[in-house]
């Protein structure tokens, strides 16, 4: 089996990232620093006003123009009851001054705010993690009805349950179909220590705070890209460098011995 080589160009306006072997480019991912947007990061936020008429409120998440809450978009535990139940009026829910920790689910457009929810999702390369929830759910596209059973057993035993310090929800991704259970435990491992993160940031912080954002590209180079093939990991960004090596030391530590900051074509 061929080794391969990552290198990872970084600019403040776009990174790109190319995967080698054999001397020859077989992927190159480019990710432009402006058309990120806000989807998918996480603020501690305030309510400055709730609308009882629109079912909704605008919230303080640190941005030029507040950001809109919906109703349908709050959790439901502890605000109303479970799946089926009338829903709470907004007014009973929230108030205003309160902090709300939340997430974007559509960035702004023109004159509206992006668009919130208190129901968070964490995407990682195999699971999407619902730490408010305890169910596990399968992808649809997914193989047999028989084989996402035998998923459904093989998570349910790794995720444990919340009087053993585990639980949570958890979606399996569609790459997660022939993922061994080492490698799903290791996904588990990192979306638990970015929720305990999270949760930490948000005991701490001022309102309007940005408590996680998702991933950048060279983040996700370690997280979904690195396998046992990989040889190196090559920035020419001394910065990028150590907050790449700080990352994978948290969430990645596998992959951190493969980095390498070089300048032109030589690593130093």
């Known amino acids: 089996m061929a080794s391969q080589d990552i290198l990872i160009n970084w600019a403040p306006q776009e990174t790109r990232v190319a995967i080698i072997e054999n001397g020859a480019v077989q992927e190159l991912h480019i990710e432009r620093t ?34 809109f809450l919906h109703v349908a978009d ?12 009338a829903v ?3 007014e009973r829910q929230v108030f205003e ?42 992808s649809q596209k997914i193989g047999s009805h028989e084989l996402r059973e035998q998923l459904r057993q093989r998570m349910a035993a790794l995720v444990g349950t919340r009087e053993e310090g ?10 997660a179909e022939e993922a061994s259970d080492a490698e799903l435990a290791d ?14 940031q948000a005991l701490k912080a001022p309102p309007a705070t940005l408590l996680h954002e998702d991933l950048n590209l060279a983040q996700r180079v370690l997280r979904d890209l690195v ?7 090559r920035i020419d960004s001394r910065m990028q460098f ?4 700080e990352f994978g030391q948290l969430y990645t530590p596998s992959a951190v011995n493969r980095l390498q900051h070089y300048k032109g074509e030589r690593p130093i």
């Open 242 to 245: 150590d907050a790449l090596r």
């Open 227 to 233: 396998n046992e093939r990989t040889a190196t990991i």
């Open 187 to 200: 996904d588990i491992a990192y979306l638990r220590k970015t929720w305990a993160h999270i949760r930490a």
């Open 88 to 90: 709470a009026p907004i």
């Open 166 to 175: 585990g639980g949570g929800g958890f979606i399996l991704r569609t790459n």
């Open 97 to 138: 001054g309160q902090t709300l920790t939340v997430q974007v689910i559509k960035d702004a457009i023109g004159t509206k705010g992006a668009r919130l929810s208190t129901q968070i999702s964490i995407a990682g390369r195999l699971l999407v993690f619902l730490p408010q929830d305890d169910h596990i759910g399968i």
């Open 74 to 85: 709050l959790h439901p535990h502890g605000n109303g009851g479970g799946r089926g139940d």
């Open 34 to 67: 402006l058309e990120r947007g806000l989807v998918g990061n996480v603020y501690l936020g305030k309510v400055v006003r709730v609308l009882p008429g629109m079912q909704s409120a605008f919230i303080d998440i640190g941005m030029e123009r507040t950001a």
